[in-house]
Nanobody
Framework: QVQFVESGGGLVQPGGSLRLSCAAS????????MGWYRQAPGKQRELVAGITNGGSTNYADSVKGRFTISRDDAKNTVYLQMNSLKPEDTAVYYC?????????????WGQGTQVTVSS
């Protein structure tokens, strides 16, 4: 099972930017799609962005035009560039792999990285 370690979160003011990183434990992750998910207090975990192993991307409506997912397979790393952040983006962000259904991730969840958007 591939393991993932998320990093890059922090406290940022509304309108600011952050770049999250997700490091995979093995290169086997390259065969799968990857997703960034988030979970806010009292809410269910939701898919924010996904990228296939071919590079096709998809986004939740709430982040379209503001977030960009990318992957660097040479570094076994997936990124989430977050711009124009809003207070409602505050959550713990996680990454995981999936085959066909992003609601069925393949690995155990990591610790995630906290993103707090506040003035």
């Amino acid at each position: 099972q591939v393991q993932f370690v998320e990093s890059g979160g922090g406290l940022v003011q509304p309108g600011g930017s952050l770049r999250l990183s997700c490091a995979a434990s093995t290169s086997l992750y390259r065969f799968y799609s990857m997703g960034w998910y988030r979970q806010a207090p009292g809410k269910q975990r939701e898919l924010v962005a996904g990228i296939t192993n071919g590079g096709s991307t998809n986004y939740a409506d709430s982040v379209k035009g503001r977030f960009t997912i990318s992957r660097d397979d040479a570094k076994n790393t997936v990124y989430l560039q977050m711009n124009s952040l809003k207070p409602e983006d505050t959550a713990v962000y996680y990454c995981n792999s999936y085959s066909l259904n992003p609601r069925s991730p393949l690995s155990s969840w990591g610790q995630g990285t906290q993103v707090t958007v506040s003035s």
